[in-house]
């Protein structure tokens, strides 16, 4: 089975603090996915990777960062947190054009 | 510009009564459309993949359909366990890196 894990389920920050959110996947993929999730808007994507150190913006990339130094591991980055980034993040991955494979979810938490 | 459209928002069924949900769509050169399944707090699983008019699938009390501008998720005779949120997607040909374009899903609560 494909597993994908997050570095956190829960996390409170305050605003303006540099947050880091990671993750693994273990079935080498080289896909990575970044999306929000927010009642009323649904799930939307940050950015996305096909590629160790490669990085393409989605549909609202800003006010957030990406690193993909290995292939198993994708870390989105909140240079400085705001409330409006309040959110549930959920990480994903697939092979080539396949279904994606998506973690367990960061709920985090800007004060 | 592609989009995703679910229908119902939300829907409460009896144990044991059947029902569909709708996921309208518009896309230029539809590669795939994927349905999921997510329970609270928890990130989607995955169910099915479709890639053209006329295909279906299966798995167990669920059967995803597809024509060339909707998609069905039919549920035969639910169970409580059936209740979730299901999220239709779509992925373009032009979409670069392949990324997937959600609809804002159905949530689904059958009752004993």
């Known amino acids: 089975d494909v597993k994908v894990t997050q570095s956190s389920r829960y996390l409170v920050k305050r605003t303006g603090e540099k947050v880091f959110l990671e993750c693994v996947q273990d079935?080498?993929?080289?896909?990575m996915f970044w999306y929000r999730q927010d009642p009323g808007l649904g799930l939307r994507l940050i950015y996305f990777s096909y590629d160790v150190k490669m990085k393409e913006k989605g549909d609202i990339p800003e006010g957030y960062s990406v690193s993909r130094e290995k292939k198993e591991r994708f870390s989105l980055i909140l240079e400085s947190a705001s409330t409006n980034q309040t959110s549930m993040y959920l990480c994903?991955?697939?092979?080539?054009?396949?279904?994606?494979?998506f973690g367990p979810g960061t709920r985090l938490t800007v004060t | 510009e592609d989009q995703v459209t679910q229908s119902p928002e939300a829907l409460r069924l009896q144990e044991g009564e059947s029902s569909s949900l709708n996921c309208s769509y518009t896309v230029s050169g539809l590669r795939g459309l994927f349905w999921y399944r997510q329970d609270p707090g928890k990130g989607p699983e995955f169910l099915f993949t479709l890639y053209s008019a006329g295909e279906e699938k299966e798995k167990e009390r669920l059967k995803a359909t597809l024509t060339k501008k909707e998609s069905f998720l039919h549920i035969t005779a639910p169970k409580p366990e059936d209740s979730a949120t299901y999220l239709c997607a779509v992925q373009a040909w032009s979409n670069s890196g392949y990324a997937l374009n959600f609809g804002k899903g159905t949530s689904l609560l059958v009752t004993p």
């Open positions: 994903a991955s697939s092979f080539g054009v396949d279904e994606q494979y």
């Open positions: 079935m080498d993929h080289e896909n």
